[in-house]
């Protein structure tokens, strides 16, 4: 793609040393990941592509099988925008893990948000884990407008946290919320209640949400790793009321629940994946920060 092309010009010594930076430090042996190219990776020992056991997807070594640049060109062009006339955009990426694809979105922003005014581009990445939140900040080229909270979504301190950052930007929301891979780990660590409140709390903040839900399929395999690495199983799992097709049961949390309507859902990724895209309906809003 043209804009792909020049984005990798452009920012090729970026990646360079975030590169370098990145493969100076070791990877600790198969922490692992399990959420995608299951059905091939379950077959192998080898631990370049057998994902291991993970109870939230904190995996050290994720851009290994997933090269954050390959799932770029599943983002469609047409759909940013500012959602209030100011020359300020923020993106929050939660599950950020070490900030692969964080960087990755920076870039594309800055390149499709061109054309509309040139906007202050500025992402927020929170993810639970502490040395994947430094992994991520090590590389940091742009601290300036690239931030990274070591933060569990669903507490109190990230509400408190992103609202301060909000403030400081003198927004009510961010224009964008983009939650990667990231929806089956709070479902199964928290159910169904746990996936409800999830996206309730990430609509709460956005204009716009970017949801790529992991399948049905990546459940099993997360568990039975668990259950192969001899830890104990995901206790809600059994229970769990929002089973089979997972993106139609957020697509109806988003529409019924949060007030959001459709903008697109992409054709699936070579490794399955969707992209759920949905925007605030826009209406006579009093602004309701309450997450
Ligand atoms: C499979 S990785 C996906 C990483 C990234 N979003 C991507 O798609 O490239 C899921 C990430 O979500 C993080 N995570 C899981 N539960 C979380 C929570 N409650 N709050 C913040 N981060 C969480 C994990 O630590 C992990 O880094």
């Known amino acids: 793609m043209i804009w792909f092309n020049a984005l990798e010009d452009k920012h090729h010594s970026q990646r360079q040393a975030r590169d370098k930076l990145r493969h100076r430090r070791d990877f600790p042996a198969n922490v692992g990941m399990s959420d995608a190219r299951d059905t091939d990776d379950e077959r192998n020992n080898d631990t370049k592509t057998n994902p291991g056991a993970s109870r939230h997807g904190n995996f050290m070594n994720y851009y290994q099988f997933h090269p954050a640049e390959e799932r770029m060109r599943q983002l469609p062009h047409g759909v940013w925008r500012l959602a209030h006339p100011a020359r300020k955009y923020a993106g929050l990426d939660v599950g ?26 500025s992402l927020f990445g929170v993810d639970l884990d502490p040395i994947l939140i430094e992994r991520a900040r090590e590389r940091n080229l742009r601290p300036d407008r690239v931030t990274f909270e070591c933060l569990n979504f669903l507490s109190k301190d990230c509400s408190e946290t992103l609202t301060r950052y909000l403030d400081q930007l003198d927004k009510s929301r961010f224009d964008v919320v983009f939650c990667f891979s990231i929806t089956m780990w709070i479902h199964l660590n928290h159910g169904d209640d746990g996936l409800e409140e999830f996206l309730r709390k990430a609509c709460a903040l956005a204009e716009m949400i970017v949801i790529e839900p992991q399948p049905w399929r990546c459940y099993r395999n997360a568990s039975r790793r668990l259950k192969r690495a001899k830890s104990e199983d995901f206790p809600l799992l059994k229970g769990l009321k929002y089973t089979g097709d997972l993106a139609k049961h957020i ?38 920060r309450n997450i």
Not at 99 to 106: F, Q, R
Not at 267 to 288: A, C, F, M, P, T
């Open 251 to 288: 697509e109806n949390i988003i529409t019924r629940l949060c007030n959001f309507r459709k903008v697109v859902v992409t054709e699936s990724n070579g490794w399955g994946r969707k992209l759920l895209i949905y925007e605030r309906k826009q209406q006579n809003q009093v602004i309701n």
């Open 96 to 121: 950020c893990n070490a900030g692969d694809l964080t960087y990755i979105l920076y870039d594309f922003l800055e390149k499709i948000m061109k054309s509309q005014d040139q906007p202050e581009i």
